[in-house]
């Protein structure tokens, strides 16, 4: 009787079978551990160091268009997807973030050219009112909504800016400034 190919792949597919089946885990052999991490607030560590209260994320752009105008200029702009984000490990941590933005902006074509900001205002605070603190976004009151990363939309900006002597042509870009600060409120005076 005469080998045929189809013989000699049932014989290696039967040898493969039983060598699986006599590798089996034993019934109780295998045992595993659950693990639970538990966050606690920094406040539990003792160190009153600030490594964990980080400003995290501000705005990329305001991005304004205007027509030419003669000498005053209100501009405002509705944002999506702008966001300031602190990132807070204690509860019970006071904090501020506070925005300024620059006295001037500077002309694109000639920097020796300045217009004075006159307004700036970020969802209705305005950063050049005097008396203003700047406070965009503060701690909440709720230790556990103040801990990790906490974000607040900006959805509005607005300003104003004057050209006195009528400086500006089309196509010009004039350029400023809006610096954001993170403070633990103990030590802002």
């Given at each position: 009787?005469?080998?045929?190919?189809?013989?000699?792949?049932?014989?290696?597919?039967?040898?493969?079978?039983?060598?699986?089946?006599?590798?089996?885990?034993?019934?109780?052999?295998r045992k595993e551990t659950?693990?639970?991490?538990?966050?606690?607030?920094?406040?539990?560590?003792?160190?009153?160091?600030?490594?964990?209260?980080?400003?995290?994320?501000?705005?990329?752009e305001y991005a304004f268009?205007?027509?030419?105008?003669?000498?005053?200029?209100?501009?405002?702009?509705?944002?999506?997807?702008?966001?300031?984000?602190?990132?807070?490990?204690?509860?019970?941590?006071?904090?501020?973030?506070?925005?300024?933005?620059?006295?001037?902006?500077?002309?694109?074509?000639?920097?020796?050219?300045?217009?004075?900001?006159?307004?700036f205002n970020i969802d209705?605070?305005?950063?050049?009112?005097?008396?203003?603190?700047?406070?965009?976004?503060?701690?909440?009151?709720?230790?556990?909504?103040?801990?990790?990363?906490?974000?607040?939309?900006?959805?509005?900006?607005?300003?104003?800016?004057?050209?006195?002597?009528?400086?500006?042509?089309?196509?010009?870009?004039?350029?400023?400034?809006?610096?954001?600060?993170?403070?633990?409120?103990?030590?802002?005076?």
């Open positions: 009787m005469a080998w045929k190919p189809y013989s000699i792949v049932v014989c290696l597919a039967s040898l493969l079978a039983l060598a699986v089946t006599d590798t089996s885990v034993a019934a109780d052999a659950d693990s639970n991490i538990i966050i606690s607030d920094a406040s539990d560590v003792g160190d009153s160091s600030q490594d964990n209260l980080i400003l995290e994320e501000v705005p990329m268009r205007s027509l030419l105008e003669n000498r005053n200029y209100e501009l405002e702009a509705q944002l999506s997807n702008q966001f300031v984000k602190v990132v807070n490990d204690r509860g019970s941590r006071n904090w501020v973030v506070k925005a300024s933005v620059s006295d001037f902006l500077i002309l694109d074509r000639n920097k020796e050219i300045k217009f004075p900001v006159t307004s209705g605070i305005d950063l050049k009112e005097i008396g203003n603190s700047g406070i965009i976004f503060q701690a909440s009151s709720n230790g556990k909504e103040n801990t990790g990363l906490l974000s607040k939309p900006i959805k509005n900006v607005s300003m104003r800016f004057v050209d006195a002597d009528n400086i500006l042509n089309e196509d010009d870009t004039v350029k400023g400034s809006i610096q954001y600060f993170l403070y633990d409120t103990l030590l802002v005076k």
